[in-house]
């Protein structure tokens, strides 16, 4: 997966370098945008790919911890 800024300044493009292994779970409105509303979309950008690179480390989304390391990464 790689992320790159949109069209919009709220928006983050997705791609998919093997759309075959994608699942799709509950409504799918946009499946190559994400809006980001009141998120800055370089943080969001380097959000997806840290959590790409890293699926050892999604476990640790929305918690205290996961949120300093992404932010130490990241920022």
Not at 37 to 53: G, K, N
Not at 54 to 59: F, I, K, S, Y
Request: hydrophobic share 40%; charged share 30%; aromatic share 6%.
């Amino acid at each position: 997966m790689h992320a790159r800024p949109a069209d919009r300044p709220d928006e983050v493009r997705l791609g998919c370098l093997r759309p075959e292994l994608v699942r799709r779970r509950g409504l799918v409105w946009n499946t190559t945008r994400i809006q980001s509303a009141h998120v800055d979309v370089r943080f969001l950008a380097a959000a997806i790919r840290y959590y790409a690179t890293r699926p050892e480390q999604q476990v640790a989304i929305g918690t205290d911890e996961g949120y300093r390391r992404l932010r130490e990464a990241v920022i």
